[in-house]
């Protein structure tokens, strides 16, 4: 067994674990320690982690979890991910948790934490109405008062009243969290053959559920084994990964599009673990500080609104050029508002660059994956043939 | 000039070849094929590509190229569809062909192209196996023949017996009633590569191909199954006359072959830091050369 083999397993294992071991772990460690969960696709972790609760990252179960009770709650025209969040909720597998946050990713999401509300009274329920007015004086003043009020509630469940001082090192933590984030996508997008988005994503999927501190232990140790153990350069095309920022592929369709001959060298997978583009300030007031770096900083989303119409159009281009990509697959879940609505434009915008696109639909627990597998492997014989025509 | 291999991976046969490469000029300098059986893949991909390397007596190879199921080839410098290769190893095995037919042990698809090898469109075989070379054989096994009498034998055929051309099943369970009945070994054949035959008529009508086919895959071979796509296209009022199938000894190996010459040509445009493989290199190292 190998460093990276090491670190990549462990990762996996958090991956497959339905059951948080992880997170029962860390709880059992010490008496009285806490749990938040929080829905996709960005919340602010540093306040949960500022009160001395563990942030989790809940996904739904993929494709490994049966839905039975979770089809009751939602119609067919829904997308998996909330029924799956309720299904593991129902089997008393998120039972864990104190608290549960809801950001305001689209109205599914919202209405699942109504639902929660009812299902689970005991439980901490917050609905995060992200800020759309990107000023300060709107919707920072906004989004600084909701972050106070989280700050204080989540204080009273954890039975900890987080200080400026855990706020701010908690701003470090993932700060740190951050940087490490983003240069595993910076070796990625540079040299893709070290480091496979298919090992990548379980890290990112590690972190979402294991302490950060654990997380930045781990994911250097992978980032100094991919040095130490080269693996080989492909002649693969190189892609960007759009619309997939909810919920979230099955792995194995990761694995096919790579596997196919595209390296993705960009993506919005777990968006929300580097959403703000810019370091949070510890110097002055660490709320005020979240909250205006939310509001001048947060990357282009579909969850977010964009003001400027033509935003969006240039956002594949600009992309594509950051990231040295050949072209662009839009991926996104079934029915997903969000993505689905964005798609359109992003792709015409794509398109009037002469940008190469492709579109599909998955779902967490799609299982087949030849259809996907001939999409992209023609695709990237497009690209390095024809040049994608 | 540049070298290059190229290894197709099939459901039921790994096939390699070498090539050289200069310009537009590309000369098959070996190949090598061998039926996976029930053995390891990774050994069989090892085993015909060494012999190709060997066969084709040079030091160094620029670039391998996989196909088919080949992704997971670890020394592949890049991997291509099957359609992609398929359609530039028919044109270059049969120059005027501007459609392939890809006969393969579980699936059959066809292939639309134009003069450069550019797939244009495609239609596959259903998921039913009553259209693909692993039911011929499964066939050609209860009757006691090899495959690669097969041909002559469909060939030598005087009263054909229709088959299901529906399902797999349905053809056995036909095939053991002619059995039982006394049919004849090569009416039988001839029966089921009608069969077929009809299955590949539909898949080049639907994508609109017209001039010279070239089949290719695992039953390209087949002399008996060539004639009766024939057949089945001239007798059918709304393409006869304006195909004509084709084979090659080669074909085969069109699919390795189609990889290799786009591997090359992929070579020369990319810088991919020097050769693939060198002759004193073992495959399962062949990976240090190229990074």
């Given at each position: 067994m190998s460093a990276r083999s090491d670190v990549v397993d462990w990762a996996l294992e958090c991956y497959h674990d339905l059951d948080f071991g992880v997170v029962h772990g860390w709880l059992e460690e010490e008496s009285g320690r806490t749990a938040a969960g929080y829905l996709p696709v960005y919340a602010p972790r540093e306040i949960i982690h500022a009160c001395g609760m563990l942030p989790v990252g809940i996904y739904g179960g993929g494709d490994q979890l049966e839905i039975i009770r979770g089809?009751?709650?939602?119609?067919?025209?829904?997308?998996?991910l909330p029924r799956s969040v309720v299904e593991l909720a129902q089997s008393g597998r998120l039972d864990f948790l104190s608290a549960m946050l809801f950001p305001s990713t689209c109205d599914v999401i919202r209405n699942l934490s109504g639902m929660w509300q009812l299902l689970f009274p005991e439980q901490y329920v917050r609905y995060l109405d992200l800020p759309h007015q990107r000023n300060t004086e709107l919707g920072g003043a906004f989004w600084e008062r909701e972050l106070r009020t989280l700050l204080k509630d989540l204080g009273e469940v954890s039975g900890r009243t987080a200080t400026e001082e855990d706020l701010k090192r908690s701003i470090g933590v993932y700060r740190e969290v951050r940087h490490l984030i983003l240069e595993l996508y910076r070796v990625r997008r540079e040299e893709p053959w070290l480091v496979p988005t298919e090992e990548l994503y379980l890290l990112m999927r590690a972190a979402e559920v294991v302490p950060p501190e654990t997380f930045l232990e781990q994911g250097r140790a992978y980032l100094e084994a991919v040095h130490a153990e080269p693996g080989r350069r492909r002649d693969n095309s190189r892609v960007v990964i759009v619309g997939a920022f909810c919920e979230q592929p099955p792995l194995g369709l990761i694995k096919t599009i790579e596997r196919a001959?595209?390296?993705?060298?960009?993506d919005d997978f777990l968006v929300g673990n580097r959403l703000l583009e810019q370091d949070v300030p510890t110097d002055g007031d660490p709320v005020r500080a979240l909250a205006d770096t939310f509001i001048r900083h947060a990357s282009k989303t579909s969850i977010l609104y964009e003001p400027d119409p033509a935003g969006k159009r240039h956002l594949m281009a600009e992309r594509v050029a950051a990231a040295g990509a050949d072209g662009v697959i839009f991926a996104a879940p079934s029915f997903c508002d969000p993505a689905l609505l964005d798609r359109p434009m992003l792709r015409a915008g794509a398109e009037a660059e002469g940008i190469p696109c492709i579109a599909f639909k998955y779902s967490e627990n799609s299982g087949q994956f030849q259809q996907f597998r001939e999409q992209a492997g023609t695709f990237s014989d497009a690209i390095k043939l024809w040049g994608g025509t | 000039m540049t070298i290059t291999a190229g290894i197709d991976v099939g459901s039921g046969a790994v096939k390699a070849v070498v090539i050289s490469a200069d310009g537009e000029d590309h000369r098959i300098l070996s190949s090598t094929a061998s039926r996976i059986r029930r053995r390891d893949i990774r050994s069989v991909v090892e085993e015909v590509f060494t012999t190709a390397a060997a066969g084709a007596e040079i030091e160094t190879i620029d670039y391998v190229a996989t196909t088919g199921e080949g992704e997971d080839v670890p020394f592949a410098t890049g991997h291509f569809y099957g359609m992609t290769t398929h359609a530039r190893g028919g044109l270059f095995l049969e120059p005027e062909a501007r459609a392939v037919l890809d006969v393969g042990a579980l699936h059959s698809r066809a292939v639309l192209m134009n003069e450069q090898g550019k797939v244009l469109s495609y239609k596959m075989t259903s998921?039913?196996?009553?259209?693909?070379g692993q039911f011929l054989e499964n066939i050609a096994r209860y009757l006691g023949v090899s495959q690669a009498e097969i041909g002559e034998l469909s060939l030598a055929a005087d009263d054909p017996e229709k088959v299901s051309s529906i399902c797999a099943v349905l053809a056995e369970t036909d095939v053991i009633n002619m059995v039982s009945r006394g049919i004849s070994t090569e009416n039988i054949l001839r029966g089921i590569h009608e069969s077929m035959a009809l299955r590949f008529a539909r898949l080049l009508r639907s994508i609109g191909a017209s001039g010279a086919v070239l089949v290719t895959g695992g039953l390209a071979s087949d002399a008996g199954l060539l004639a009766a796509i024939q057949d089945a296209l001239d007798e059918d009022d709304r393409v006869a006359g304006t195909l004509r199938v084709a084979g090659h000894p080669l074909s085969i190996f069109a699919g390795a072959i189609g990889a290799a010459i786009w591997g090359a040509f992929r070579y020369e445009k990319t810088d991919l830091g020097g050769a693939a493989w060198k002759a004193t290199t073992p495959t399962t190292q062949a990976s240090s050369s190229a990074t």
């Open positions: 089809d009751a709650f939602y119609q067919s025209y829904i997308c998996h001959g595209c390296y993705i060298v960009d | 998921q039913c196996a009553s259209g693909s």
